[in-house]
């Protein structure tokens, strides 16, 4: 099991930046897939980005191009960077881990969640 924290969510206009972080406290292999996932209100919860520790990362379709996911292994901190935002990337963000990894589909096996931190972009 692995404690996961995110900060850095808050307002922002249409077209702005936000980075979010994710501190993380566990074992290195409880953390070796860890991925960024989002709710909008009245929604399902859908993946953003994933990241393999020394391994491949996997985006959405909508987060190509705007959003970079990254890791500091010596911190154990996730990041999510989110540039060009749009109304619609409105959500809880949550940060999420795993220990394996699902190459067939870019996925985490997630076994731990944050308790996420809330983006909200305007128009």
């Known amino acids: 099991q692995v404690q996961l924290v995110e900060s850095g969510g808050g307002s922002v206009q249409s077209g702005g930046s936000l980075r979010l972080s994710c501190a993380a406290s566990?074992?290195?292999?409880?953390?070796?897939?860890m991925a960024w996932f989002r709710q909008a209100s009245g929604k399902e919860r859908e993946g953003v980005a994933h990241?393999?520790?020394?391994?491949?990362?996997t985006y959405a379709d909508s987060a190509k191009g705007r959003f970079t996911i990254s890791r500091d292994n010596a911190k154990n901190t996730l990041y999510l960077q989110m540039n060009s935002l749009k109304p619609e990337d409105t959500a809880m963000y949550y940060c999420?881990?795993?220990?394996?990894?699902?190459?067939?589909?870019?996925?985490?096996?997630?076994?731990?969640w944050g308790q996420g931190t809330q983006v909200t972009v305007s128009s």
């Open positions: 990241s393999v520790s020394g391994g491949p990362t």
């Open positions: 566990g074992t290195t292999s409880s953390t070796f897939c």
């Open positions: 999420a881990a795993g220990s394996r990894y699902f190459p067939y589909t870019g996925r985490c096996d997630v076994t731990s």
